[in-house]
């Protein structure tokens, strides 16, 4: 068995983002938002809720201002989308790069990532009720590790089970693991 730890960059730097090759993009995303929250909470922001865009009135509405026109204060707003496009984009495999190359901002950077490695929410909800009925119907095989094919995965599509997992598990386990059942 693989060392998970070896793939998942032990001891990497906290000071460069952990990059992603296109395998465990939840793990990724998780770690990613901790990097970034860690480095300016407003970098974060501009991923959530996308770029802070300067505008101006003027005789026909709202326009967006021209960056040589952008305040001090608007400038360093702005660049809060600037950072997380560099942060996302030094985080990524080659594939993983082209994949996002086009985007035009750090949330659709983002975005598209997220439709890409986990699908829209449609696509969650059927993957989610999926995982669950294999839960519910689980029996544990010789070799099997129970909590990370399914508690992870569940925990990733936003469902936690916690202490009714634990039952569950020991009332999956083989006649070898009779004693443990016992304590239940």
Known sequence: MANNNLLYGEGESIHRPPVFNG??????????????????????????????????????????????EWSDDEKKRAQYDYRAKNIITFALSIDEFFRISQCK???????????????TSDVKRSRKHTLIREYELLRM?????????????????GREFEEELNLKVLQCLDRSWQAIRLLQ
């Open 23 to 68: 395998e465990n993009y939840v793990y990724w995303k998780i770690r990613m938002r901790i990097f970034i929250e860690a480095i300016d909470i407003a970098v974060w922001d501009a991923i959530e809720n996308g770029p802070y865009i300067p505008m101006i009135k003027d005789s026909d509405g709202k326009r967006e201002k021209h960056w040589s």
């Open 141 to 157: 095989n010789h070799g099997e590790s129970i909590s990370y094919t399914l508690d992870n995965h569940l925990v990733d599509l």
């Open 105 to 119: 901002s750090a949330k659709e950077m983002w975005d598209t990532l997220q439709v890409t490695h986990e699908g």
